[in-house]
T-cell receptor
Framework: AQTVTQSQPEMSVQEAETVTLSCTYDTSESDYYLFWYKQPPSRQMILVIRQEAYKQQNATENRFSVNFQKAAKSFSLKISDSQLGDAAMYFCAYRGGTSYGKLTFGQGTILTVHP | SAVISQKPSRDICQRGTSLTIQCQVDSQVTMMFWYRQQPGQSLTLIATANQGSEATYESGFVIDKFPISRPNLTFSTLTVSNMSPEDSSIYLC???????????FGDGTRLSIL
């Protein structure tokens, strides 16, 4: 079974600084997708960024980028120029290519942004 | 992306009662899912809601406790039956519009059982 591990229960960053959230996963599949979701106190799950395993290039969405290391099964999220609105719980998630959409989530990392 | 409406947004229920949560999508979607998020925890998949057939449940979840309906490609319901305080959680509906697309989530239902 696939597992997703986020080893940082909590992280903090100063506004305008950069922070990196860690995620590792375990799978025997070669075709899969990885995601970072953000969950603010409003509890809505918001997609931050996605990465297809077959793509070597790291995904980027504005201030958010990932460092995808397939051999190491690592998928970290970098947030640049942190803003107060980035404060939330961040979940790393895995979806296998043949899992018919099922997502496996990590434990989550609470990100605090200090003004 | 798909717009998902989930109702109710929150409820407080008595022990032993049942509650049905609705999930409505503004477009036809291939797959719909129901997740549970216990307080301070991550999300766990309860089941995949299959259109026109019985839902597919994950280990630890059973149909008698969490009956699910999906009458068409835009609507699903999850019932939490015979509730106990341990069922106090956020329940989230999610949809997969297509095979190579990301899942999108409803706003969730915060359920508290007294």
């Amino acid at each position: 079974a696939q597992t997703v591990t986020q080893s940082q229960p909590e992280m903090s960053v100063q506004e305008a600084e950069t922070v990196t959230l860690s995620c590792t996963y375990d799978t025997s599949e070669s075709d899969y997708y990885l995601f970072w979701y953000k969950q603010p106190p409003s509890r809505q799950m918001i997609l931050v960024i996605r990465q297809e395993a077959y793509k070597q290039q790291n995904a980027t969405e504005n201030r958010f980028s990932v460092n995808f290391q397939k051999a190491a099964k690592s998928f970290s999220l970098k947030i640049s120029d942190s803003q107060l609105g980035d404060a939330a719980m961040y979940f790393c998630a895995y979806r296998g290519g043949t899992s018919y959409g099922k997502l496996t989530f990590g434990q989550g990392t609470i990100l605090t942004v200090h003004p | 992306s798909a717009v998902i409406s989930q109702k109710p947004s929150r409820d407080i229920c008595q022990r032993g009662t049942s509650l049905t949560i609705q999930c409505q999508v503004d477009s036809q979607v291939t797959m719909m899912f129901w997740y549970r998020q216990q307080p301070g925890q991550s999300l766990t998949l309860i089941a995949t809601a299959n259109q026109g057939s019985e839902a597919t449940y994950e280990s630890g979840f059973v149909i008698d406790k969490f009956p699910i309906s999906r009458p068409n490609l835009t609507f699903s319901t999850l019932t939490v039956s015979n509730m106990s305080p341990e069922d106090s959680s956020i329940y989230l509906c999610s949809v997969l519009p297509g095979k190579n697309q990301p899942q999108h989530f409803g706003d969730g239902t915060r359920l508290s059982i007294l």
